[in-house]
């Protein structure tokens, strides 16, 4: 069921006793509360292991408990003593596992053993690890490599997805999918193009000094829990905190710190965003343009009445490129239109302005808001042209801060996972180790699925993820994957990607990230980047859910003996006998970043990646920093705003990881057992002839000629901007055209889905698999499965 969900001036604030007994909650579901408190307190710390939920930086010195009510579950997850084993598998039918929730398959527990797809019982069963990795290697070896796909999910450590990238390259492809191209790929492509780097330009020192702050499509209060802390603090110093998003997310409205005494006792907790902008969504090019106006008119009225300027001249001379032709740009821009595509008013725009142009030092942060667009790139540009007006970037307190998810995606990218690399990285590969890398480019997790359509690929192979239930269009690329010769995953959990095989299939069961990794009798550490760009150890305390889970630099050390041993000299073993061997490679492959790696792991807090921006050093064609903008672009998603269809955003609940359920429920959103729900704005719900509880399905609007649908979702009124709605991934997949996305990376536009909404005619059915049911089941069981 659903309450109050309509968020009103005092909503009940975030955090607080609520994220205290969701800890206790789901240790305790878990069976984990002992094993799991005390792995809590070594998270995050030097010598304990690194949150395997989000990519927010730990601090140098710690808290006491330095976690959040989301990495709790995530241990917790991970830590469960429940199992998924033989027996189970022998118990179901594939099949049958395809009508479980992604809920009921991840809730069932660990895997524990490596399971080969026998297609004659149409169940998974036990193989030795031996036998698994010779066969798959024996596959392998027969295809053409540029039909092998490498698919990695961002909590695959630095070790792992450097030995990874070198098993493709030595299998013969660049074909490197990744969960980042469905995120923060748009980043990684566009930033380069205004300052040279992808990556945040800033420090928790800087956050520590910053005296305004702009969150741009980004939900902290669920998916950077621990970045609340922070803007608490700032908000209690009286920092302002603006925001801009459709929803009202109850955390960037009011947060109790569970560490804070007293307003955990007075439950009032601490008001958070200064300004609340509830935007259109796909309306922040215009939003940011509209402030650079406002502060560039200032300026232009400062410098007639000989006031003090409000830009920073001396940094846009010295630092930038394109300023004049940007200021003419907004100049020329009308009110009227900035109002129109923001649906936002002048003086909102002019507030946010005016906190801008107050603030000595400025930091910006986004997040999938920003990215999952098509033309989230020409958003991305107008934040950091916001940033440049008064030289918000490379001087403490400032700068750019996109805020990354998994937990190690940036770093796996850093080390090597990339579909297009450079021709210095491969030589230093090759140099280092005796072979060459294919020089074509690869596929990119866009380009995968259309050639898994086309058939045009003869093996996917998995770290990690839960590829077939993330991607867009996820049905029509589900049915072709059992035209694929050869499907393996390494996981530490059965999803619906499992079950959506191949001809042959494998599932090899891997050790988590809390996990003692024991290699020839001693503790072995992993490493990570988070989203500031410092990499950090991580060695495992737990005890392993099964012996026969192995770590995945094991794993892939051991598949790559068994598939391309002869084509180069490389001592597998003793690479992952002693994991500081991989990272003396990734030093030799890449000097300038990992000098010293093994012993600048050690020093508390790691080090941090050279950043180039950060420290004003343009690596830009112009050699500064570029003010871009595409005068023709007005909108991130279509050329105006006034469509016939709604813009879906699809998005996360507080009780999910990506494709990982923990449970039905969002409290920040009101919602509670129940996933298969779309929130509407009241005059959208009239106009459609809806009401609360209404049942609905969506047709895709995209005009590609296929037909996309979704049914069985449940009206809820919520305050959200007319002609927008929202719903939850990845229940929303199907929906999602491969070919909508982001015109830089491929990132699927997942926060603006054309979608007509309609009532379910009477006899449709909601689910595939049942009728029309008179209250809503609290398990949607099999609604709009993948296969
Ligand atoms: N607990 C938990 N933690 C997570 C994750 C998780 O699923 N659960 N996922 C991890 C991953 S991989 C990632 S990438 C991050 C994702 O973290 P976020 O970037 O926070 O991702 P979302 O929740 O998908 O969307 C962010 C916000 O964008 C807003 N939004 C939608 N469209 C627009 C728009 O057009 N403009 C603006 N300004 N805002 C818009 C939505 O209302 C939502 O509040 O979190 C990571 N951390
Ligand atoms: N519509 C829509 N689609 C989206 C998004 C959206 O906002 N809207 N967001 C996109 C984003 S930002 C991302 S990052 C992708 C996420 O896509 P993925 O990264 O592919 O998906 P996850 O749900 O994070 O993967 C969960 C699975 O990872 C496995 N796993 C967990 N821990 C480990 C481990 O330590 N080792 C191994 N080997 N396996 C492990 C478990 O089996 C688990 O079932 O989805 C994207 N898809
Ligand atoms: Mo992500």
């Given at each position: 069921?659903?309450?109050?969900?309509?968020?009103?001036?005092?909503?009940?604030?975030?955090?607080?006793?609520?994220?205290?007994?969701?800890?206790?909650?789901?240790?305790?579901?878990?069976?984990?509360?002992?094993?799991?408190?005390?792995?809590?307190?070594?998270?995050?710390?030097?010598?304990?292991?690194?949150?395997?939920?989000?990519?927010?930086?730990?601090?140098?010195?710690?808290?006491?408990?330095?976690?959040?009510?989301?990495?709790?579950?995530?241990?917790?997850?991970?830590?469960?003593?429940?199992?998924?084993?033989?027996?189970?598998?022998?118990?179901?039918?594939?099949?049958?596992?395809?009508?479980?929730?992604?809920?009921?398959?991840?809730?069932?527990?660990?895997?524990?053993?490596?399971?080969?797809?026998?297609?004659?019982?149409?169940?998974?069963?036990?193989?030795?690890?031996?036998?698994?990795?010779?066969?798959?290697?024996?596959?392998?070896?027969?295809?053409?490599?540029?039909?092998?796909?490498?698919?990695?999910?961002?909590?695959?450590?630095?070790?792992?997805?450097?030995?990874?990238?070198?098993?493709?390259?030595?299998?013969?492809?660049?074909?490197?999918?990744?969960?980042?191209?469905?995120?923060?790929?748009?980043?990684?492509?566009?930033?380069?193009?205004?300052?040279?780097?992808?990556?945040?330009?800033?420090?928790?020192?800087?956050?520590?000094?910053?005296?305004?702050?702009?969150?741009?499509?980004?939900?902290?209060g669920t998916n950077s829990p621990r970045m609340m802390g922070y803007l608490h603090d700032m908000a209690r110093r009286g920092i302002p905190i603006v925001t801009f998003n459709p929803l009202k997310e109850r955390a960037l409205l009011r947060f109790t710190d569970p560490q804070n005494p007293v307003e955990m006792l007075?439950?009032?907790?601490?008001?958070?965003?200064?300004?609340?902008?509830?935007?259109?969504?796909?309306?922040?090019?215009?939003?940011?343009?509209?402030?650079?106006?406002?502060?560039?008119?200032?300026?232009?009225?400062?410098?007639?009445?000989?006031?003090?300027?409000?830009?920073?001249?001396?940094?846009?001379?010295?630092?930038?490129?394109?300023?004049?032709?940007?200021?003419?740009?907004?100049?020329?821009?009308?009110?009227?239109?900035?109002?129109?595509?923001?649906?936002?008013?002048?003086?909102?725009?002019?507030?946010?302005?005016?906190?801008?142009?107050?603030?000595?030092?400025?930091?910006?942060?986004?997040?999938?808001?920003?990215?999952?667009?098509?033309?989230?790139?020409?958003?991305?540009?107008?934040?950091?042209?916001?940033?440049?007006?008064?030289?918000?970037?490379?001087?403490?307190?400032?700068?750019?801060?996109?805020?990354?998810?998994?937990?190690?995606?940036?770093?796996?990218?850093?080390?090597?996972?990339?579909?297009?690399?450079?021709?210095?990285?491969?030589?230093?590969?090759?140099?280092?180790?005796?072979?060459?890398?294919?020089?074509?480019?690869?596929?990119?997790?866009?380009?995968?699925?259309?050639?898994?359509?086309?058939?045009?690929?003869d093996a996917f192979l998995a770290m990690g993820g839960n590829f077939f239930r993330a991607i867009p269009d996820s049905e029509r690329v589900a049915k072709k994957v059992p035209q694929i010769e050869l499907t393996v995953h390494v996981a530490t959990k059965l999803n619906r990607s499992h079950l959506t095989h191949g001809k042959q299939a494998y599932i090899l069961p891997a050790l988590g990230r809390t996990e003692l990794d024991l290699q020839d009798g001693k503790a072995q550490?992993?490493?990570?980047?988070?989203?500031?760009?410092?990499?950090?150890?991580?060695?495992?305390?737990?005890?392993?859910?099964?012996?026969?889970?192995?770590?995945?630099?094991?794993?892939?050390?051991?598949?790559?003996?068994?598939?391309?041993?002869?084509?180069?000299?490389?001592?597998?073993?003793?690479?992952?006998?002693?994991?500081?061997?991989?990272?003396?490679?990734?030093?030799?492959?890449?000097?300038?970043?990992?000098?010293?790696?093994?012993?600048?792991?050690?020093?508390?807090?790691?080090?941090?990646?050279?950043?180039?921006?950060?420290?004003?050093?343009?690596?830009?064609?112009?050699?500064?920093?570029?003010?871009?903008?595409?005068?023709?672009?007005?909108?991130?998603?279509?050329?105006?705003?006034?469509?016939?269809?709604?813009?879906?955003?699809?998005?996360?609940?507080?009780?999910?990881?990506?494709?990982?359920?923990?449970?039905?429920?969002?409290?920040?959103?009101?919602?509670?057992?129940?996933?298969?729900?779309?929130?509407?704005?009241?005059?959208?719900?009239?106009?459609?002839?809806?009401?609360?509880?209404?049942?609905?399905?969506?047709?895709?609007?995209?005009?590609?000629?296929?037909?996309?649908?979704?049914?069985?979702?449940?009206?809820?009124?919520?305050?959200?901007?007319?002609?927008?709605?929202?719903?939850?991934?990845?229940?929303?997949?199907?929906?999602?055209?491969?070919?909508?996305?982001?015109?830089?990376?491929?990132?699927?536009?997942?926060?603006?889905?054309?979608?007509?909404?309609?009532?379910?005619?009477?006899?449709?059915?909601?689910?595939?698999?049942?009728?029309?049911?008179?209250?809503?089941?609290?398990?949607?069981?099999?609604?709009?499965?993948?296969?």
């Amino acid at each position: 069921m659903t309450d109050g969900r309509k968020a009103d001036a005092q909503p009940a604030p975030a955090g607080g006793w609520g994220a205290l007994n969701a800890v206790e909650r789901h240790l305790s579901n878990q069976q984990v509360l002992i094993k799991g408190n005390r792995a809590l307190l070594s998270m995050n710390k030097p010598g304990g292991f690194d949150c395997p939920s989000c990519a927010w930086p730990d601090p140098d010195k710690p808290h006491f408990a330095e976690y959040c009510e989301n990495g709790a579950k995530a241990v917790a997850w991970e830590a469960t003593k429940k199992r998924t084993g033989p027996e189970f598998f022998a118990q179901h039918r594939v099949e049958d596992l395809k009508a479980w929730t992604d809920h009921e398959l991840e809730a069932h527990g660990r895997l524990t053993h490596p399971l080969r797809y026998n297609a004659r019982t149409d169940t998974c069963q036990s193989v030795d690890w031996q036998t698994a990795l010779t066969e798959i290697g024996e596959i392998l070896r027969r295809l053409d490599p540029k039909r092998v796909e490498l698919y990695t999910s961002g909590r695959t450590s630095n070790e792992a997805a450097f030995l990874w990238q070198l098993y493709g390259r030595l299998l013969g492809t660049n074909n490197f999918p990744d969960c980042s191209d469905m995120c923060h790929m748009t980043t990684t492509m566009a930033l380069p193009e205004s300052i040279g780097v992808g990556k945040a330009t800033v420090t928790l020192e800087d956050w520590e000094h910053c005296d305004a702050l702009f969150i741009i499509g980004q939900n902290p209060g669920t998916n950077s829990p621990r970045m609340m802390g922070y803007l608490h603090d700032m908000a209690r110093r009286g920092i302002p905190i603006v925001t801009f998003n459709p929803l009202k997310e109850r955390a960037l409205l009011r947060f109790t710190d569970p560490q804070n005494p007293v307003e955990m006792l007075t439950g009032r907790g601490q008001p958070i965003s200064s300004n609340y902008f509830q935007l259109r969504t796909g309306g922040d090019i215009m939003a940011m343009q509209g402030i650079c106006k406002a502060v560039i008119a200032a300026d232009d009225l400062a410098k007639t009445n000989g006031a003090a300027r409000l830009l920073d001249l001396n940094f846009i001379a010295e630092h930038t490129h394109g300023f004049e032709a940007f200021a003419d740009h907004v100049r020329a821009l009308t009110w009227e239109e900035i109002e129109r595509y923001t649906a936002l008013t002048r003086d909102q725009i002019q507030q946010a302005a005016i906190v801008y142009m107050k603030a000595e030092r400025v930091i910006a942060c986004w997040g999938m808001g920003i990215t999952q667009h098509k033309h989230g790139g020409d958003a991305m540009h107008q934040i950091l042209n916001l940033l440049f007006l008064r030289g918000n970037i490379g001087r403490l307190g400032t700068g750019a801060c996109p805020v990354r998810g998994h937990s190690n995606v940036q770093g796996d990218r850093t080390v090597g996972i990339n579909k297009t690399p450079t021709e210095d990285f491969l030589v230093n590969l090759d140099r280092a180790f005796g072979f060459r890398s294919p020089r074509e480019h690869g596929h990119d997790a866009a380009e995968c699925c259309e050639a898994i359509l086309r058939g045009d690929v003869d093996a996917f192979l998995a770290m990690g993820g839960n590829f077939f239930r993330a991607i867009p269009d996820s049905e029509r690329v589900a049915k072709k994957v059992p035209q694929i010769e050869l499907t393996v995953h390494v996981a530490t959990k059965l999803n619906r990607s499992h079950l959506t095989h191949g001809k042959q299939a494998y599932i090899l069961p891997a050790l988590g990230r809390t996990e003692l990794d024991l290699q020839d009798g001693k503790a072995q550490t992993i490493t990570v980047e988070d989203s500031f760009c410092v990499v950090h150890g991580s060695t495992g305390r737990l005890a392993p859910a099964n012996e026969l889970c192995r770590s995945e630099p094991w794993i892939i050390a051991n598949l790559a003996k068994k598939t391309v041993a002869d084509r180069a000299a490389i001592d597998w073993d003793a690479l992952i006998l002693d994991y500081s061997r991989i990272r003396e490679k990734i030093e030799a492959v890449f000097p300038d970043e990992f000098v010293d790696f093994n012993a600048r792991i050690s020093q508390p807090g790691g080090f941090r990646l050279p950043n180039g921006a950060s420290e004003r050093k343009w690596d830009t064609p112009t050699g500064k920093a570029n003010f871009l903008f595409d005068p023709d672009i007005r909108d991130q998603d279509d050329d105006t705003p006034e469509k016939p269809h709604l813009q879906l955003m699809t998005i996360r609940s507080h009780d999910q990881f990506n494709t990982t359920i923990y449970s039905n429920n969002d409290r920040y959103r009101g919602v509670s057992g129940e996933r298969m729900v779309v929130f509407m704005n009241d005059t959208d719900m009239v106009e459609h002839g809806l009401s609360e509880g209404s049942i609905v399905e969506f047709t895709a609007a995209t005009r590609d000629g296929i037909e996309r649908h979704a049914a069985g979702f449940k009206v809820v009124a919520y305050d959200v901007p007319k002609g927008c709605c929202a719903a939850y991934y990845p229940e929303t997949n199907a929906l999602l055209s491969l070919a909508h996305r982001d015109r830089r990376s491929n990132t699927p536009a997942a926060k603006s889905v054309p979608v007509i909404v309609s009532a379910s005619r009477a006899g449709t059915p909601v689910c595939s698999k049942s009728e029309v049911p008179e209250s809503y089941p609290a398990r949607p069981t099999a609604i709009n499965p993948v296969a």
